[in-house]
């Protein structure tokens, strides 16, 4: 049994060849389907992942199918990957990137700590960008909406207020859909709040 799937939507050889050996390495399938954008949108595997070969960041970014980004994980490996490549990326939702050049055992690792649910990035991205998120909130409001839940509404409701859908939730939890759906029922009772919007509305005070 494989402990997820790979995807990409290049056609370049030496691309797939790298990541069929990524996948025999990491015991993940590699799908070869011809059109990868249905097979990706249509798979069942739990952990998949979409690797992303770029070369130009910044036209990438404009080209980029945000629909893609419904499900799974996304890694982009890219030539001459910058500090400001990563925000880039972090920003549109990527949980991983790397430089094209580096060594093969790199893009193992990047593979590896996306399937365990950590992001991948260097450490001056990561603190730049949590920096960047950062923003005061008021301490009673904030408090309040966890005081009312419990460790696993908590859970649901950190993860809602980054911005996450509930399928990104519940995939990100390893839970259905619809246990995540009854943890918001729950926590809109107990907040008494009406719906999502409201929510965060109430988080971002």
Known sequence: MYQGELFTL???PINLQLLNS???????????DQDAEFAWAHSSSKKKILIHFINDIPLAMINLDRKL??????????HNLTLNDELALLNQG??????SKQPTYIML???KQTLEGNLSFSNEALSRYI???????????YLSLFKLTTKKEQ???SLVCMGLSNNEVAERLSVSINTIKMHLQ??????KVKNRSQLLLAYSR
Do not use: M, W
Request: net charge negative.
């Open 69 to 78: 980004f419904n499900s799974g994980k996304h890694i982009a490996i890219c």
């Open 109 to 111: 690792k990047v593979i």
């Open 131 to 141: 920096l960047s998120q950062q923003r005061p909130v008021a301490s009673t409001e």
């Open 94 to 99: 990527f949980t991983g990137a790397c430089d």
């Open 22 to 32: 990524c996948a025999g390495l990491l015991d993940l399938a590699l799908n070869t």
């Open 186 to 191: 729950n926590i809109y009772k107990k907040t």
């Open 155 to 157: 859970e649901v409701l």
């Open 10 to 12: 290049s056609d370049d």
